[in-house]
């Protein structure tokens, strides 16, 4: 897997605390109310609009990421945050010939696992170039391609949308697969907003775990929250 970020927002954190200003400021152009935002705003601006759920102004910033060598078993994954512009390899136009695919970590390390999925890889391989030799077109041949293809796609979503990408799929339930890769683009997305993104998983943002019967442990639940509450009343 290779995670990139191929472009951002200038000066993210500025452009947020410029769009919460815009609601608030009596500042007569955008010029002087831009030029007028200190770190010290900043660090003020954001705290509020993120106690208030003031979640629009965190729509101006966006970042843009180039992500490659991840299985179509991800993607699918991926796809459901709606919030956000996708492009990915076409297999109706590109030729699935030699495909790469990605190996999970628990049968890469069962040799007899290993050996069986490598297998079942080579069959499919063969038998999609078998369909295309028979004159049967990449966009039919492609049905028998598996969810361990690999691909590559460019994503742009903007901070609302990251951030709540990040709290489902930085928690230690999601799959691992995309959990690396959102752990990834939030150690990229804190090098440049560290005001922004303090915090992945959702626990970690909220400070309780929201996942209830199904929670790790890591945090406590809501439930949990407020049995402690009412015993200490």
């Keep these: 897997m290779k995670v990139t970020l191929i472009n951002h927002t200038p000066m993210p954190?500025?452009?947020?605390?410029?769009?919460?200003?815009?609601?608030?400021?009596?500042?007569?152009?955008?010029?002087?109310?831009?030029?007028?935002?200190?770190?010290?705003?900043?660090?003020?601006?954001?705290?509020?609009?993120?106690?208030?759920?003031?979640?629009?102004?965190?729509?101006?910033?966006?970042?843009?990421?180039?992500?490659?060598?991840?299985?179509?078993?991800?993607?699918?994954?991926?796809?459901r945050h709606r919030i956000a512009s996708y492009d990915q390899q076409s297999q109706r136009y590109v030729s699935a010939k030699q495909f790469e695919y990605v190996v999970p970590p628990k049968i890469a390390k069962n040799p007899e696992a290993k050996e069986l999925f490598d297998k079942t890889m080579g069959d499919l391989q063969n038998t999609y170039d078998r369909l295309v030799e028979l004159g049967i077109p990449k966009e039919d041949s492609r049905y028998v391609l598996p969810n361990a293809c690999a691909s590559r796609l460019i994503c742009t979503m903007n901070v609302r949308s990251l951030m709540h990408f990040f709290g489902l799929r930085c928690c230690t339930r999601a799959q691992w697969e995309i959990r690396d890769m959102a752990n990834q683009m939030l150690k990229i997305c804190q090098e440049i907003a560290p005001k922004v993104f303090v915090a992945g998983a959702n626990c970690e943002q909220l400070g309780y775990c929201p996942e209830g019967?199904?929670?790790?442990?890591?945090?406590?639940?809501?439930?949990?929250?407020?049995e402690t509450y009412k015993g200490s009343k």
């Excluded at 002087?32 to 954001?46: A, H, M, Q, R």
Aim: glycine fraction near 8%; charged fraction near 20%.
């Design 213 to 226: 019967d199904m929670c790790c442990g890591r945090a406590p639940t809501m439930a949990k929250l407020l």
């Design 13 to 79: 954190e500025k452009m947020i605390v410029g769009a919460a200003r815009v609601c608030y400021s009596g500042a007569k152009d955008l010029d002087t109310l831009l030029d007028s935002i200190t770190e010290e705003k900043i660090v003020e601006f954001l705290g509020k609009s993120a106690l208030a759920n003031h979640g629009s102004v965190w729509e101006h910033a966006t970042f843009t990421f180039g992500l490659e060598g991840v299985s179509r078993a991800l993607t699918h994954q991926l796809v």
